[in-house]
Every structure is written in C-alpha cells, then in structure tokens.
C-alpha cells in the first residue's frame, strides 16, 4: 500500500485503496479551520499544519494490531517501527519510509534463549538493543531479534524487607544498564518507582508523588465466582535529559525527578481544554458489567493524554490529549476530541490546539521527521495519521 496524502482541501487517491471502506476515511477529512476562542493568547490557530495519512502495505501478511502497537518501539533516524506480535511471538519490522511491512522477525519461545508467552512491556533502549519484559524477567535482543540477555528481579520481591508485598506494574524504562519499573503494593495500593542496577544489583525506591490520582480514573468489577476485573491506566516512564519523568493517561500531573532523585518537581501547567481530576479514596467496586461500562464510558468525557514525548530538536514537551466527543449521537462508532500540548522546557505551557478534524480515539503516536504520527487500525489495515509540525 501507498501513502494516501491530502493537502488543505484536494484529495488524492490511490489505486490501492479499492478495498477500503470509504467511510473510514471520511472522517478523517482535513479542513483547516480555528481551533477556538481567538482571544486566548494560548489558544493557536491550526491553518499552517498539514494534516495527512499514511497507510502501511502488509505484504500480504497479517499485521499484529490487537494491542493497537503498545508494545512498539520506533527508530527516530531510520524510521523503523519494532512491533511486538506476542501471539507468534514475533518482531514485526514496519518501515515507515518505504511504507510497507518489512519483515517478521521469530522469536524462540521455550528454552534457554525463549522468551516466553506472557509479557508485559517492549521497548527499545538504543538504537540497536530490544526489551521484551515478562513476569520480572528482561529479554534482551538486538534487532534482528537474536537472545543477547536475561535479567531477572523476582529475587527482589522475596528477599528484600521493602518490596515484600510488591508487584510489578505497567510502566518500565531503560537507560544504559538501569531499570526503571513501576511497582504496586498489593495491600495499599501504593505505586513507586523501582530503579534497579543490573550489573550491581542494588535498587531503589522511589516515592511517586499523587499516585493516588490514577483512582479517580479507575474502576473494579468483581463477579459471584469471585472473579475480578481492574480497569485502570498505566503509568509511563520516559527520560528528558538527565531527569526521570513519569506520567498517567488519566490525569495531567507529570512527576519529574531531577538531580538523581535529590528533587522532585510535579509539571501540571494551567489549560483551557482540561482541568485537574478531583482526587478520591476508593477504587468504586462494580457487580455488574453494564454499570461499569456505562460508568468507564462516562469517564472517557474528561481529558485523557498519550505518553509525553520529549522534542530535542525543539527543547519541548509535546503530550497527545483526547476525550470522547459531546456530538456523538445517532453515530455507529464513537468519535473524541484530539489536543496536541506544547510545553517549554521550564514546564510552562507554550501552546495548546485542537484538531478538530481528527476524530479517532488515539492509543499511541511517535515522534519522527517533525511529524506526529498516530497510530490507526484503518478496518484491520495498519495506518497514521500524520501531524506535520513544520510550523509549530
């Protein structure tokens, strides 16, 4: 498949598209028009970004998109994307530039050298080493998808006083040989930062700041068997110089650790678009499905965010906003709202749009090439759409 591009109002089409639902692409329509109230400095007008959408060609086979490429990691100078397939288990190799499926990469599953069939995390910590984590082991692979390493931690949780009673959680990040991992407590509740150095293997843990806040987004669903079912977002880690940076899609609150964990400082600049989420004591417990799921869908009306991305090139923060659309009515699938944040490397916030045209509910965008590229499954085709920044 080719890249289908619309530029202000002309739309071009591909012979390629045959197949294609037309109504997935309708929607998707670019018209640039203000983005709000013109009398808020903050406020930005979205004329100047070129808005597009590039489709991936799977070369006849399947492409793995049933965890919308959580676990996916991109190389920013080749344009790469690294997609975990964990039903094979698989690396699939997707080029951007040349738009097409490039190769899949199998991994052993059994055996010394396997990886397992469980997993939790895959990220890239350079451009030439892979992580896939399992239940507190780290497989460590090169790019062509060859066992380099296996690191394990569980030896943490029964021998060490602090961690008794922890588990891991989603939420991990690599940094030469330092890990850094959210864990939980089984009995407060209480999430922290684990950061593990695997040649010494010493740890600490950290304290995270207004952890308390991912309830208000969260919810249980407990069954007479005594079945349970937790909804609740993750936690993001990710890197800005030499300061840690952790987040929740549920809330606005960045947690920022500087100077080796000798300060914290909590990010949380002011917007138009959201305001900060009431915080509560409880998880509230369900026993009926239909409530819960009119309960999570009652929640998706507030602002939720993708993982912050640092822009070196610029100095700033970019953080993906969405939250479900007040219009939908008599409409098959829901539509959201989408929001890019600017934030100034002093943590203020620089500027702040809406793309109204934009109606997916996003599950993950990179950063490459002065693009924003979000992630869409395009009727069980792979595809971005594509955000050009050259004017922000």
């Keep these: 498949m080719l890249e289908r591009e619309k530029f202000n109002k002309s739309i071009a089409f591909s012979p390629f598209l045959e197949g294609l639902k037309i109504v997935s692409f309708l929607y ?7 983005c709000g109230d013109q009398s808020s400095n903050s406020t930005q007008r979205i004329e100047n970004f070129k808005i597009d959408t590039l489709f991936i060609d799977s070369n006849d086979e399947i492409i793995f998109l049933r965890d919308n490429l959580t676990f996916s990691h991109l190389l920013k100078d080749s344009l790469i994307i690294y997609n975990l397939n964990s ?15 490039e190769e899949i990469i199998p991994l052993e599953k059994e055996g010394p050298k396997g990886v397992g069939d469980w997993h939790i995390g895959f990220i890239g910590v350079n451009d030439s080493l892979l992580v896939l984590e399992g239940d507190n082991t780290f497989y460590f692979l090169n790019l062509h998808g060859e066992f380099l390493e296996k690191v394990r931690i569980e030896h943490l949780f029964f021998f060490v006083e602090e961690l008794n009673g922890k588990n891991t959680s989603s939420g991990i990040f690599i940094s030469g040989r330092i890990i850094y991992k959210i864990v939980q407590d089984w009995v407060s509740e209480e999430f922290s930062l684990l950061v593990y150095n695997i040649d010494e293997d010493t740890h600490k843990l950290i304290e995270i700041p207004l952890w308390q806040l991912v309830k208000s987004g969260s919810l249980i669903v407990e069954y007479p ?53 009431e915080m509560i004591q409880e998880v509230p417990v369900f026993y009926s499905q239909d409530e819960a799921y009119a309960v999570l869908g009652e929640l998706e009306n507030r602002m939720h965010f993708l993982p912050p991305i640092w822009d070196e090139s610029s100095n700033k923060m970019l953080r993906w906003g969405y ?17 890019l944040f600017v934030i100034d490397s002093a943590f203020n916030m620089e500027k702040e749009y809406h793309f109204p045209q934009i109606r997916i509910k996003p599950h993950k965008n990179f950063l490459a090439d002065n693009k ?18 050259d004017k922000l």
């Design 28 to 34: 998707l329509l670019t018209f640039f028009i203000s």
């Design 87 to 101: 039903g094979l288990p698989a690396i699939e190799k997707i080029n951007l530039n040349k738009r097409r499926l």
């Design 225 to 277: 068997n005594g079945g349970k079912i937790i909804s609740m977002k993750g936690f993001s880690i990710s890197k800005i110089h030499q300061s840690i940076m952790i987040s929740n899609g549920s809330y606005s609150q960045i947690v920022v650790y500087q100077k080796n964990f000798k300060e914290t400082k909590i990010v949380n600049p002011p917007s138009k678009f959201y305001s900060d989420v």
């Design 323 to 339: 939250k479900k659309s007040s219009k939908n009515k008599d409409v098959e699938v829901l539509e959201y709202d989408n929001y």
């Design 372 to 389: 924003i590229y979000l992630y869409n499954n395009f009727d069980d085709e792979l595809g971005f759409i594509r955000v050009w920044l």
